[in-house]
């Protein structure tokens, strides 16, 4: 996956400040979530996860669906693993899978320094490779998807299938780097393949025949989150 600097929305300097204060008081992080973000360059993996207010976000939705059961595409060094699974009650599961074995490997390890390991299965292979196999494991309360965007459609499709009624989607990205909307990107453009499926991805989340409400909360990279009807 390219390594790029997250592209945040502009709110501007006099807000800065606010929104500095409100992640330091509502989305603080302590010491164990710290050392997995700040640690994941150290260790040779890119720094995309998501920031605190997302992984504070990821916390709350997963409350609010009173989550059992979850499933993550994308550990990455599981950042955001750990923001869900502590969300989850005693007995929960959070299944998460990444491609990249280096990365799956970074990630047990935090899981197990977060005390998380009971709670959490990383699952190393493709997501579209995984998912298939997890059905039997479902439903899942909340699926939330932050890998390869090329597949958002794709995965977004499975969640569909096999999250359960009142349960969330949630995907990242979903501005897709600012580039959502754009239809004049040069076809060699990192994100001119992306386009489509995150288009797609985005019209399933939205087709009120399938998910009863979706909305797009307006992080800086742009979280879909869809109520599974
Ligand atoms: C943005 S990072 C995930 C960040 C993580 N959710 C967090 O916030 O801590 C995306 C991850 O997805 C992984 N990935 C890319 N393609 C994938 C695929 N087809 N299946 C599963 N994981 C994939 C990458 O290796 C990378 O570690």
Redesign the pocket.
Known sequence: ?PHRPRPQLDFGERTKPLLDFVTKTIAREDGVLRDIRESTPSQG?PP???GPD??RLLHFLASACGAKKIV??????????CWLARALPEGGMLHT????PK?AKVAKENIELAGLTPKVIVHT????DVLPRLSASGPFDLA?I???KT?YEDYVLWAANNVRSGGFVVC??AYLFGNLHRDDLPPDHDDAPKVAPMRAALKLLADETVFSSCAMIPTGEGMAVAVRR
């Open positions: 996956m993996l995309i996860s998501v997302e992984g993550e595409v994308g550990t990455l060094a599981g950042y955001s693993a899978i990444e491609y990249d990365h292979g493709a997501g579209m939330f932050d890998a390869d597949g990242d990205n």
